[in-house]
């Protein structure tokens, strides 16, 4: 389980960096929520990994879970939602703005 | 009991203050007179734990939820963290005035006050966490309330910088959750003096080296330090006046802080390495933010270039890590804040009195023959960026040479005196152009503008500190020495 979660983690980082840097606007931004997933999965298994293993377990002496990594990615991932949505809001007004999608064209700010 | 928990209120007051400011939308004098109620509020709050701190020297911490350190959140409000606070409120407090007198149109969208206090929230949460998690949240406040700021500013262009800004900050936002995953694979606890004590007793775990790069790297976007500065001027400039003047005095110093934090507490193993790093690339910014300040043709820019070189200045102090020059540090972030804002406030003063609005100097050339009183201020603010005497610039620079001195760096100082020079030279050009120079042909002053009470008071500030600048220097080197002291830090919030 650790090495698929250590390859997915690391696949995920190349298809969203990649992504992020399209010139493009809207692919840009997909790449962006992609890549707080990518930090999430990391921030999983930053605590003590036990792959499919639960964080709350009733029985004593048994396996389990950190927990505090998955409240962690809890406030992650409602701050990176927030974002998102931010940013596609951002996005709607700078095409409507510039008339593009490009974002080499999005260049008002002079010196 | 009751002391420990007032360490809370500098953050819960902005916060409920936004709150009710929100119900208030419809009624724009009530909400701009409440937000500014609770801003000096918090002040005065903010003022009396900083005497409260200094007096004892013992640090206020208050476990949130009456949780034990190490599993609970703590707010800590040692010296550091509550002068901070200070300065922060201080500007908040004048940036509120300004913006009540300001004529742009964003000041009357229902949400201007509320993101302003949520602003204000954000910096002082992280001025006061104990926690890295913690930190990151406010960070993240900060991010959102000032790119939205900026999104609705009157500049066309606002949407465009705040889209820059945002993307630049959320990989700031993600490296800074990365660096807080690697450290607590390696150790094990996100409570800053937790980690510090056990990063001190084993310093060679394997994450530990990629933690403290990316929280650099975090705290570098934050401040616009040399490489990661390319987003600020574009963003300081766009933003309406009176939320430029405080990011590009006040919300830059979170990554100074974070600096202070790394090198005195959290990574003191690991200090040297970090230190060298920070003069290395102070040098770089004094030398390239005064280059591109000289370049520029837009005095709100020029300020942003300013702001990169004075931060330089800061982490130079930061990097030499002796008491002293980290006490001269404080002091020059202090001072900085307060003069670097007030000029700002300038810049945009003029440019809602030019006929287009705009700073660029094509607009406002000869713009100040009109205007003698933004003259004497905009004057004044210069001799201070540049460090000359009645100021508190020169105590700032005085300070931090004479630290550098003392620390055996006499090749540094004379490198960044002379890059330091240049300040002298571009913000006098700037004075000549606007006041000195004959305004265009058929180019016309506008009659009403932005009101001139906030920088009136940020610029006496400057002098009254200038003249009167013991008890800030005494704060400071109060500061440095408990600071040189990471044990006291950790015993107070873990109550060994």
Not at chain 2, 97 to 124: E, H, N, Q, W
Not at chain 2, 223 to 240: E, G, I, L, M, T
């Amino acid at each position: 389980m650790e090495i698929i979660t250590a390859f997915a983690v690391g696949l995920l980082f190349a298809i969203d960096i990649f992504q992020t840097l399209r010139r493009n606007i809207l692919r840009s931004a997909i790449g962006l929520v992609l890549l707080a997933s990518a930090i999430n999965l990391f921030l999983l298994s930053s605590g003590a990994y036990n792959g499919i293993e639960p964080a709350y377990v009733s029985e004593t002496g048994s396996v389990q879970s950190d927990a505090l990594p998955q409240a962690l990615i809890l406030t992650a991932i409602v701050i990176s939602m927030g974002g998102t949505a931010f940013v596609l809001a951002m996005i709607n007004i700078i095409s409507t703005r510039y008339k593009t999608r490009d974002m080499d064209q999005v260049n008002g700010l002079k010196n | 009991m009751l002391t420990e928990h007032m360490i809370l209120t500098p953050v819960l007051i902005p916060l409920i203050g936004a709150m009710i400011a929100l119900l208030m939308r419809r009624t724009y004098r009530l909400q701009a007179g409440w937000s500014l109620a609770t801003i000096l509020v918090s002040l005065i709050v903010s003022i009396w734990l900083l005497t409260k701190v200094w007096r004892s020297g013992q640090p206020i911490v208050s476990q949130v939820g009456g949780w034990t350190a190490p599993f609970g959140i703590s707010l800590v409000g040692d010296p550091l963290s509550v002068l901070f606070v200070v300065m922060s409120q201080f500007v908040f407090a004048a940036g509120i005035v300004y913006a009540m007198g300001s004529k742009d149109s964003v000041v009357r969208y229902p949400m201007f006050y509320p993101l302003f206090l949520i602003l204000a929230t954000g910096l002082t949460g992280t001025f006061l966490t104990g926690d890295l998690f913690n930190m990151y949240v406010f960070a993240e406040l900060i991010v959102i309330s000032g790119t939205v700021l900026t999104a609705v500013s009157d500049d066309r262009h606002g949407t465009e910088a705040a889209y820059k800004y945002y993307y630049i900050s959320l990989f700031a936002s993600f490296f800074m959750l990365i660096g807080i995953g690697c450290l607590y694979a390696a150790y094990g606890s996100l409570n800053i003096a937790e980690l510090a004590e056990r990063i001190a007793r084993e310093d060679n775990r394997p994450l530990l080296l990629a933690g403290i790069t990316f929280l650099m790297a975090t705290f570098m976007v934050k401040s616009a330090v040399f490489p990661f500065h390319f987003w600020q001027p574009d963003f300081h400039a766009a933003a309406p006046t009176a939320v430029s003047a405080m990011l590009s005095s006040v919300v830059v110093k979170l990554g100074i802080y974070g600096f202070l934090r790394m090198t005195t507490l959290l990574f003191v193993g690991h200090a040297p390495m970090i230190r060298g790093f920070l003069v290395v690339l102070g040098v770089i910014g004094v030398a390239f933010g005064s280059f591109s300040a000289i370049g520029t043709h837009n005095a709100k820019r020029m300020l942003a270039y300013s702001t990169l070189s004075q931060i330089g200045f800061i982490l130079i102090g930061i990097g030499w890590g002796t008491p002293l020059a980290v006490a001269a540090a404080i002091v020059f972030t202090f001072n900085h804040s307060f003069i670097k804002s007030a000029m700002l406030m300038l810049a945009g003063y003029l440019a809602s009195r030019a006929s287009v609005k705009s700073a660029s100097f094509e607009v406002v050339t000869g713009i100040g023959k009109a205007l003698p009183l933004s003259g004497i201020l905009f004057f004044i603010g210069s001799l201070a960026l540049a460090g000359i005497p009645p100021t508190n610039g020169f105590i700032s620079k005085l300070l931090l040479f004479r630290s550098g001195i003392d620390a055996g760096q006499a090749g540094t100082v004379l490198l960044v005196g002379l890059a330091g020079l240049l300040t002298i030279f571009y913000s006098m050009r700037a004075f000549q152009r606007i006041w000195w120079h004959n305004p265009p042909a058929g180019s016309k002053v506008k009659p009403g503008g932005d009101h001139l009470f906030a920088p009136i008071f940020l610029i006496g500030m400057v002098m009254v500190l200038g003249l009167w600048g013991n008890l800030l220097v005494n704060l400071a080197r109060d500061t440095g020495q408990w600071l040189d002291n990471p044990a006291g830090y950790i015993q107070a919030v873990l109550r060994r």
